[in-house]
């Protein structure tokens, strides 16, 4: 009988053992950092990325973690500057033990921690669209580069008989980057850009700009201006008569998360001042998709977000990407899941995406949204295929890009931006242009 | 002839029909799938021999008649004709990709070479797209067309190739040298598609049906015929049944020109990469 007995319970716990996934804490966690501002002006767009990050890496965990490990998150700030940003990844990566970073939104902050990536041989996920000009080693960049957002836009408006552009930006690295791509791509397409106007960051004084697109009376503005300035902008432009009187001229915007996140309440209040104009991007959270649907639900019902910007699905799409370079490679160590990330494809919210075997980008579909009057982007346009990822835009050689990011940096005191009370930079010689 | 033991035949009889079947779904290296194929075929008619006789003693003819002859000479010569058939419809299919390959990749060379001829953005977004292009149908799409599929990031290199040019400004396209591209971008594009297509073609079933149904056919008639000596029906059915089987052997291997031991390699297409990547600025 005790012999029976002593054979059931072997039995039984072999069986247990045999059925019960690995325990993911009886290793050592695996920390991964997540550096996002958590104060400062960007800090409301930046949580829903901080926010993505920690659920896929939840996700991760309830289906065993990684390798075996719990992945535990190891959350910094980066108070929206990007010598703070700097900072804090170099504190995760010397004191906290993270090999991985998840992180950074505004141009300042991937740049100013690159070379703390470089220095320490740790590896950085940025989620964000970019202006492209650099290729880091350390770096998966998991936003969109220009050509898969921006010229596909650019050029649909070509298609469809515009002809004339304004271009507005506020004073940083990214619209002035982008928009002298834009202007280098409508010279060559056969376009003409009738005025370029950038304003300090944050500024709110836009009746000079608004008075100059009024009188010229562009076919299309395209808009890369951020935070605060949006608002009295387009206020200010579409108020009855003010960009032209009976005809209303369409603007894209390029800083698509800027209107999908800090420009909520001026849609509410002033919606049908912005609806009509376009958004280029590459996921609009209302993308026909179940698994985006289920994506878009969930996060809304854990977070009480109101929207899910392209942004938001690239930070919770490279957390997987992650994890399957990491099972793929069977290892953490950066360089292992660098060599793994390459030619790997994720099923993302809004569709696959392809990691380049090259430039650690992402070919992604560019898509083309228009704002309705309920705020909602509705896709007008999408590429009939993924679109290789060009960190150096073609219109012009490497060597000029490098130019003119050394030009701008320099220009602004070592700074990614227009310092304030500074004045406005020259623009650099455009090179194309009749 | 005897038939005593007729279970060991039986086994050898089923053994080797079983094993024709797993030599001709394996991936085995085309000589080891050619002897043992031919091996298995004629265990498998030795072993069917005195099975079949047993089977219909009563009927074997102990003398051959000229009218047995005159029908086995048909079956043969029809049998003959469809093998001669396959062969010629797969063989050209295997030459023709493999001509498709060439086209595809000179095209693509073409078109790279004539992007100097326009603006230097133009050229260099050529440039990188038929790199990129080349590079992923060697690296990744050769591998996925012997799984009879294609790779997405291929169809969008070929895109924004078509991309390029359709977007062109007026000054670009008033170039000389913009109709030959279109149409070197078409060729491109056309090849690309009858390489896919080539990739998942197949000999028809009623085809391998027939293949079968004669080869099989062929062999019974000849164990029907009456021969004084054993061994001399069993060199002829052995014979029969060698011819038979390299036939198939043949046609399988040209069957799927991308798969198996005669697949076409991208050699042509790693030539317009290596003299790509030495031009990569």
């Not at chain 1, 050592?28 to 550096?35: A, E, T």
């Not at chain 1, 000029?400 to 304030?420: I, K, N, T």
Request: charged share 20%; net charge positive; hydrophobic share 45%.
């Amino acid at each position: 009988m005790i012999a029976l007995m002593t054979a059931a319970v072997l039995g039984y716990v072999l069986l247990v053992s045999a059925v019960t996934p690995a325990d993911p804490h009886a290793l050592p966690p695996l920390k991964v950092g997540i550096l996002y501002s958590h104060t400062g002006r960007l800090a409301d767009s930046e949580k829903p990325l901080n926010d993505a990050t920690v659920m896929a890496v939840e996700e991760i965990n309830e289906h065993g973690g990684l390798l075996g490990r719990e992945v535990v998150p190891v959350l910094a700030d980066g108070q929206s500057e990007g010598r703070r940003f700097a900072r804090a990844a170099e504190k995760l990566l010397t004191r906290e033990g993270v090999r991985t970073v998840f992180g950074g939104y505004a141009s300042a902050a991937r740049r100013s921690m690159i070379p703390v990536f470089e220095r320490h041989g740790g590896l950085l996920f940025y989620p964000a669209v970019y202006e492209g000009g650099e290729t880091s080693r350390r770096v998966v960049y998991t936003g969109a580069t220009p050509n898969q957002y921006i010229t596909p836009a650019v050029q649909w408006f070509l298609d469809n008989g515009d002809r004339r552009f304004f271009l507005v930006g506020s004073d940083y690295i990214y619209p002035r980057v982008s928009l002298a791509l834009v202007h280098s791509q409508l010279t060559a397409a056969g376009g003409k850009v009738v005025g370029e106007d950038y304003l300090p960051p944050d500024s709110k004084k836009v009746s000079d700009t608004v008075r100059r697109i009024r009188e010229l009376k562009p076919d299309l503005i395209v808009s890369a201006l951020a935070g605060d300035t949006n608002a009295p902008f387009f206020t200010r432009l579409r108020k009855k008569g003010a960009d032209g009187g009976s005809v209303r001229i369409p603007a894209l915007n390029l800083v698509a998360d800027e209107w999908e996140l800090r420009s909520q309440d001026t849609r509410s209040k002033a919606g049908a001042y912005v609806a009509g104009d376009y958004v280029a991007a590459n996921y609009f959270e209302e993308l026909p998709d179940a698994a985006n649907t289920r994506f878009v639900a969930k996060f809304k019902k854990r977070y009480g977000a109101a929207h899910v910007s392209d942004t938001v699905a690239a930070a919770y799409a490279q957390v997987h990407l992650w994890a399957r370079a990491v099972r793929a490679a069977g290892s953490v160590e950066p360089q292992e899941v660098l060599r793994s990330v390459r030619g790997a494809s994720f099923r993302a919210p809004g569709g696959t995406v392809y990691a380049d075997r090259e430039n650690r980008h992402l070919w992604k579909r560019a898509r083309l949204g228009r704002i309705g009057l309920d705020g909602r982007i509705e896709q007008v346009w999408s590429s009939e295929a993924v679109i290789r990822p060009a960190p150096y835009s073609p219109y012009r050689s490497k060597q000029d890009w490098d130019r003119l990011v050394s030009h701008l940096y320099h220009g602004w005191g070592e700074r990614w931006e227009r310092p304030p009370g500074g004045p406005e930079l020259s623009q650099e010689s455009r090179p194309g242009s009749p | 002839m005897k038939h005593h033991r007729l279970w060991i035949h039986w086994i050898l009889f089923l053994g080797s029909g079983a094993a024709l079947v797993v030599i001709r779904t394996a991936d085995l290296p085309a000589v080891v799938a050619g002897v043992l194929l031919v091996a298995a075929a004629v265990v498998l008619v030795n072993a069917g021999l005195p099975l079949a006789r047993h089977g219909v003693r009563h009927v074997v003819a102990e003398q051959n008649s000229a009218v047995q002859a005159a029908v086995f000479a048909i079956v043969g010569s029809l049998y003959a004709t469809l093998v001669h058939f396959s062969v010629v419809v797969v063989y050209d299919g295997y030459t023709r990709a493999d001509a498709t390959v060439a086209q595809e990749a000179n095209a693509l060379a073409d078109l790279e070479r004539m992007s100097k001829g326009f603006s230097g953005p133009v050229h260099r977004q050529v440039q990188e797209a038929s790199l990129t292009y080349a590079s992923i149908v060697v690296n990744d799409e050769w591998h996925t067309m012997t799984r009879r599929g294609s790779d997405p990031q291929a169809q969008a290199a070929l895109a924004e190739l078509w991309t390029i040019y359709t977007s062109m400004g007026p000054r670009d396209r008033e170039n000389a040298l913009y109709a030959p591209s279109i149409e070197r971008l078409n060729q491109l594009d056309d090849s690309r598609r009858v390489r896919l297509r080539a990739s998942v073609r197949d000999v028809p079933s009623v085809v391998w049906l027939m293949f079968y149904c004669g080869g099989v056919l062929a062999v019974v008639m000849v164990f029907f015929f009456g021969v004084r000596r054993d061994w001399v029906q069993r060199v002829i059915v052995s014979v029969l049944a060698a011819v038979v089987a390299l036939s198939v052997f043949l046609v399988t291997s040209f069957e799927q020109p991308f798969s198996g031991n005669s697949a076409i390699t991208p050699d042509a297409f790693e030539t317009v990469l290596i003299h790509l990547r030495s031009r990569e600025r």
